[in-house]
């Protein structure tokens, strides 16, 4: 019987019987190369982005004087907040193996931001939080961190769904229900006869069978899955309120209801539409686009506010991470 094995990014790094100082030369170059990577990519967003112009971008700013010292400030708390909230819950997972402190929690959490922000819908966020552990333990820190994602996922979902609802009862989208739930069961037929397909095969992912799965996840606390899905919920109305300023400060004129019925049914139906990371940016702007026009926000304002959110909560968080990418060193297996 065959089986199968999952490697996330960094998550089995090591170098073997190389000399020590060869190690360190190839750590630092592989941290190098990380931030290298992570600004290029913000440069390339930014500057060569064909949905938004960027010297028009900053001339528009600066016409809607939305900077204010005031604004600034505030916008810059909520930033703190939601990532304080993230690296909370990312310490609160990982304590159900090992207690860690705040500030590693922080370094983990921002130094993989940095590390994945130029993967695949950041998937290498994944090897980037494990290879701070030692080889027994990065098995159940990949499987915490697919923990922690689930749970932002699943709040995502639940408020879109409402939120998507009653933007439909108030601007009838056409949606078809019909086929909506027929796909829903698609989806769910598919998964049913894959999961029965993994565990008769006997999946391995990295020495962990579906049965496995399932023991580890049942293994955590009640109370720590139920802090995590109330620090998830926070976060996520962090960081929509977030997005709720950003329409007030560009003077569009929306009670905050209003503007949460449109901001999550734009974050539901962004993670939930398949995408590459090609791709990634395109959709979501166009999905934001699409929501904001029928509340008629126009689509410079839209496209600005997304680059925003973008700006401050993952190239702001990525700067700082850069610091601890930089200064990261390998585990000591007796240690961590």
């Known amino acids: 019987m065959k089986s199968y094995h999952f490697n996330g990014l960094f998550c089995t790094m090591h170098f073997g019987g190389l000399p020590y100082k060869t190690k360190q030369f190839f750590l630092v170059l592989i941290k190098l190369s990380i931030v290298v990577g992570a600004f290029y990519f913000i440069y390339k967003k930014l500057v060569e982005n064909d949905n938004l112009d960027f010297s028009t971008f900053l001339q528009f700013l600066t016409e809607n004087n939305v900077f204010s010292i005031k604004n600034l400030i505030f916008l810059l708390l909520l930033t703190f907040l939601n990532w304080f909230l993230e690296i909370l819950k990312w310490k609160v997972l990982v ?34 939080k494990a290879i701070y552990y030692s080889f027994e333990k990065r098995k159940p820190i990949l499987l915490l961190n697919l923990i922690g994602n689930t749970m932002q996922m699943l709040v995502t979902i639940s408020f879109g769904i409402i939120g998507l609802s009653i933007l439909n009862s108030k601007y009838d989208l056409n949606i078809d229900y019909f086929k909506a739930f027929r796909f829903l069961i698609i989806v769910v037929i598919i998964i049913l006869f894959t999961f029965l397909g993994l565990k008769q095969s006997k999946l391995k992912i990295r020495g962990f069978s579906i049965e496995k799965l399932k023991n580890f996840y049942r293994s955590i606390s009640t109370k720590t899955k139920a802090l995590g899905i109330l620090l998830s919920m926070m976060r996520y109305l962090v960081f929509s309120f977030q997005f709720y300023c950003f329409l007030r400060f560009f003077g569009i004129s929306v009670s905050y209801f209003n503007a949460m019925v449109v901001i999550s049914s734009m974050y539901f139906l962004a993670s939930i539409v398949p995408s590459i990371f090609i791709f990634d940016v395109v959709i979501k702007s166009s999905v934001a686009v699409y929501l904001f026009s029928i509340v008629g926000v126009n689509e410079f304002t839209t496209l600005s506010i997304v680059t925003l959110m973008w700006l401050f909560n993952f190239v702001l968080p990525s700067l700082f991470g850069s610091y601890y990418v930089l200064n990261f060193n390998l585990p000591n297996n007796h240690n961590q």
Request: aromatic content about 6%.
């Open 95 to 128: 304590n159900s193996i090992k207690n860690i402190s705040i500030k590693n929690a922080m370094e983990q959490s921002l130094g993989a931001l940095t590390a994945s922000l130029f993967t695949p819908n950041r998937i290498g966020e994944y090897g980037a």
